[in-house]
């Protein structure tokens, strides 16, 4: 008879494979709570301790780490030497592990998760057997994941055993496995020490998609989720209508969720091309979408739409108005949704907006030969804490202006220049090679808009004074910036000049 090892934390549709396996003219070998259901089942299993001749010790932490165990999936079916000592030894080779390992990902996910208890869901055992049988996939078959059980009964049932390929297959799949597995331990255990700059980096992420394309029709493309996912995320969003996201979808309904979640008034945030085109705020939703909409009406066509409250049916219907390609929010009123849904592109997305706040991942981004990480730029920031630095002071209203813009061109890529006022954005000039044209771009879309109330944000100092000086040139009143220029005297001077309120935060937000 053949012999299969089971040792499973997931039992999901497990007796049903081993029975197949049983009518196949296997015998099984089982461990622990996995031989009770099997047990229970009403199929024949050998206990591991009559194949160790040992008992399992340590509070079950060691019972399969034996040489009756890994002797049994390690030789070399082909060679005399290896088989001579099995028979030697009166060791029963194993042509089968269906093993899958303690729920180490499940136990930190839980918010209470003590250390001892994850410590006590590092499986040592599991993982040494996937890896001996996965090494031996030339004559042993590794089961790691329930979704194979089909295909590798049905292999057993017509040909007597699997394939070649589908052992090396299953082979690579379990080596992923338990790489994902001990990438999540050292990710934890690395954050307990608080080492922030470990020699090697081990992360992983879940497939959740195959894509049709990527930023391009003729590229190739895959979305993976983190392995603990984050719940305010766009991978996290429920989507209630609309074809499935694009890869650049993804990208734009990233970049709005970020800069959505900086604002607590009901607010809208338009994004096209990964820019903010739009950011409006009010004491309504409706009111918020309109500033929006009037910040830019043209970027804002084929926009991704974030909005930070439910949305109603009066700011549906304003948006059922023009082409949108996503709109993500807390929710939907029924009949706001019906509205939306009219059009069969759009797509609808949830997400719970609560969670908004949790603490925030690294965030990585790849060049060619490796890639780079660091924290997000999530640095909450009081306007109190800035320093005026010209003789004119702003005002507290002023300083409310200023802020909103100071937030809103966080998101836009550098050089990033906005103009706002309490309401909404009113230009935005961004991702341009020098400052100076993205202010110009920025006074263009703001046009007759500006007025006693508008503010200028700049994401990085000015290099010279011809950013305050224009900006003196076309009414604007109060600044603000990082400061950190050798020549910020310049800029100083100018704002004198023009009588316009300059304050420096000494942070810079830099978005390449």
């Known amino acids: 008879m053949k012999r299969a090892l089971v040792s499973v934390s997931d039992k999901e549709n497990l007796v049903p494979f081993v029975k197949g396996l049983v009518a196949n003219d296997f015998e099984i070998v089982s461990t622990g709570g996995t031989k009770k259901v099997l047990d229970d089942a009403g199929i024949q299993t050998i206990s591991i301790e009559d194949v160790t001749h040992f008992p399992e010790i340590l509070d079950g932490r060691v019972k399969t780490l034996n040489p009756y165990v890994h002797g049994g999936l390690l030789a070399r079916r082909e060679l005399p030497e290896h088989m001579a000592t099995l028979k030697k030894l009166n060791i029963t080779p ?10 180490f990902k499940q136990t930190i996910e839980k918010p209470d998760v003590k250390l001892a208890d994850a410590i006590e869901n590092i499986d040592i055992g599991g993982p040494s057997m996937v890896r001996s049988a996965a090494k031996n996939y030339r004559d042993v078959t590794v089961v790691v994941d329930k979704g194979d059980y089909d295909q590798v009964l049905s292999e057993i049932m017509e040909e007597g055993n699997t394939d070649l390929d589908t052992r090396a297959r299953l082979a690579a799949k379990a080596f992923r496995h338990t790489a994902a597995y001990d990438a999540l331990i050292s990710q934890y255990l690395t954050k307990q020490t608080g080492l922030e700059d470990p020699e090697q980096l081990t992360l992983t992420w879940d497939l959740k998609e195959t894509m049709r394309y990527g930023e391009n029709s003729h590229q190739k493309a895959w979305l993976y989720q983190d392995a603990l996912p984050k719940r305010f995320s766009v991978l996290s969003a429920e989507q209630l209508h609309g074809k499935k996201l694009s890869y650049n979808n993804i990208k734009d309904a990233d970049e709005a969720l970020r800069c959505i979640r900086e604002f607590d008034r009901p607010t809208v945030v338009a994004m096209k091309h990964m820019n903010p085109c739009g950011i409006g705020q009010g004491d309504t939703l409706e009111q918020a979408w309109d500033r929006a909409y009037e910040a830019d009406s043209v970027s804002i066509f084929g926009g991704v739409i974030a909005l930070n409250r439910k949305v109603d049916l009066v700011t549906a219907e304003k948006m059922h108005k023009i082409f949108l390609e996503i709109v993500i929010a807390p929710g939907f009123d029924d009949d706001a949704y019906a509205v939306l849904a009219k059009k069969k592109n759009i797509r609808l997305l949830s997400l719970d907006f609560s969670k908004k706040d949790e603490p925030t991942k690294h965030e990585v981004v790849s060049v060619m030969g490796g890639m780079l990480m660091q924290e997000q730029d999530t640095l909450a920031e009081d306007y109190h804490d800035w320093k005026c630095v010209t003789n004119v002071q702003p005002t507290e209203e002023q300083l409310k202006n200023l802020m909103f813009a100071w937030k809103a061109v966080k998101h836009a890529k550098s050089n990033a220049i906005v103009l706002a006022n309490d309401e909404r954005t009113l230009g935005v000039g961004e ?80 978005r390449h």
């Not at 194993?94 to 729920?103: F, Q, S, T």
């Not at 110009?440 to 500006?450: E, P, Q, R, S, Y």
């Not at 304050?503 to 810079?508: D, K, Q």
């Open 431 to 510: 991702g341009q090679p020098n400052r100076i044209d993205s202010l110009k771009i920025a006074v263009k879309h703001a046009g007759d808009d500006i007025d006693d109330r508008t503010v200028m944000a700049s994401d990085a100092f000015f290099p010279f004074g011809d950013c305050v000086e224009f900006a003196g040139q076309h009414g604007i009143k109060a600044v603000v910036q990082p400061g950190g220029s050798i020549r910020d005297q310049e800029s100083i001077d100018m704002a004198n000049k023009y009588g316009i309120a300059m304050v420096m935060t000494g942070v810079r937000h830099f």
């Open 94 to 103: 194993i042509d089968l592990v269906c093993v899958n390992l303690y729920p």
